[in-house]
């Protein structure tokens, strides 16, 4: 007789207990039993049957649905390989090395080489302002405090001069000229006597470069050599104005 009571009344207080420990932590809705009206179920008794054999160890086959069925595993996934950053867009420039130049230097100027006056002028030009950077660069190291200091300005006068002159040659010529390379430590015997040495070497380069203007028509370099030969004035000035400190 008792066998005839339908599984899902007869088993309701077992199954209860069973079926929470079986839905813990998983939502309602996930539940493959329907209850009715009469607080009976819609799940077979081999279902009922199953649960209660396991105790609550997951959800036995005969309770899922056909919803309900666990998909099939899945193949694991290869892992992909990380992207490789970006490369530079087709026709970009390589960057630039050096001083910014991009080894795009114009040739050097050697010996032999013809040409006019002017451009043998040019390179005697550069190489006397070089040669007085130079001079002036050691000479400061023999003076301290206001001397030093003013013997290292004209000094980087003399260096910017140098650079000017050198940017009209290669406009001239096409070809660069920037000797530092043949530049040796000057001689100084003394202080006082490398003022005096190096005023009288401003006022011979004043006169050249007033001499030097007289050939050209161009009024870049008309205007460039009057610059520089004021240049020589004023450092003449300087050089008189340290000897008078000294005496």
Same mark, same amino acid.
């Given at each position: !007789?008792?066998?005839?009571?339908?599984?899902? +009344?007869?088993?309701?207080?077992?199954?209860?207990?069973?079926?929470?420990?079986?839905?813990?932590?998983?939502?309602?809705?996930?539940?493959?039993?329907?209850?009715?009206?009469?607080?009976?179920?819609?799940?077979?008794?081999?279902?009922?049957?199953?649960?209660?054999?396991?105790?609550?160890?997951?959800?036995?086959?005969?309770?899922?649905?056909? $919803?309900? %069925?666990?998909?099939?595993?899945? &193949?694991?996934?290869?892992?992909?390989?990380? &992207?490789?950053?970006?490369?530079?867009?087709?026709?970009?420039?390589?960057? #630039?090395?050096?001083? $910014?130049?991009?080894?795009?230097?114009?040739?050097?100027?050697?010996?032999?080489?013809?040409?006019?006056?002017? %451009?043998?002028?040019?390179?005697?030009?550069? !190489? @006397?302002?070089?040669?007085?950077?130079?001079?002036?660069?050691?000479?400061?190291?023999?003076?301290? $405090?206001?001397?030093?200091?003013?013997?290292?300005?004209?000094?980087?006068?003399?260096?910017?001069?140098?650079?000017?002159?050198? %940017?009209?040659?290669? +406009?001239?010529?096409?070809?660069?000229?920037?000797?530092?390379?043949?530049?040796?430590?000057?001689?100084?015997?003394?202080?006082?006597?490398?003022?005096?040495?190096?005023?009288?070497?401003?006022?011979?380069?004043?006169? %050249?470069?007033?001499?030097?203007?007289?050939?050209?028509?161009?009024? @870049?370099?008309?205007?460039?050599? $009057?610059?520089?030969?004021?240049?020589?004035?004023?450092?003449?000035?300087?050089?008189?104005?340290?000897?008078? #400190?000294?005496?």
């Amino acid at each position: !007789m008792e066998d005839m009571i339908p599984c899902a +009344l007869k088993d309701q207080e077992v199954f209860q207990r069973v079926w929470q420990r079986v839905m813990a932590g998983r939502p309602e809705d996930s539940s493959p039993i329907r209850p009715g009206p009469s607080g009976g179920g819609d799940v077979s008794c081999q279902c009922l049957k199953d649960l209660m054999r396991q105790d609550g160890e997951g959800l036995p086959q005969s309770c899922r649905s056909d $919803g309900d %069925a666990a998909p099939p595993e899945a &193949p694991p996934m290869e892992e992909a390989p990380a &992207p490789q950053p970006p490369g530079p867009p087709a026709g970009d420039l390589p960057p #630039q090395e050096g001083n $910014g130049w991009g080894g795009d230097l114009p040739a050097l100027w050697e010996e032999p080489q013809g040409g006019d006056d002017r %451009a043998a002028r040019l390179r005697r030009h550069v !190489m @006397d302002a070089l040669e007085g950077w130079q001079f002036y660069r050691h000479l400061a190291r023999r003076a301290r $405090g206001t001397d030093a200091r003013a013997l290292n300005s004209l000094a980087g006068e003399l260096h910017k001069h140098a650079r000017k002159l050198s %940017a009209a040659y290669f +406009l001239l010529t096409g070809l660069r000229y920037w000797p530092t390379e043949l530049l040796g430590a000057p001689a100084i015997p003394s202080y006082w006597g490398a003022l005096r040495s190096r005023h009288q070497a401003e006022q011979r380069q004043e006169t %050249a470069f007033r001499l030097a203007a007289d050939d050209w028509e161009d009024p @870049d370099m008309l205007e460039l050599y $009057g610059e520089l030969a004021d240049a020589c004035q004023q450092r003449c000035r300087r050089l008189r104005g340290l000897l008078e #400190q000294g005496v």
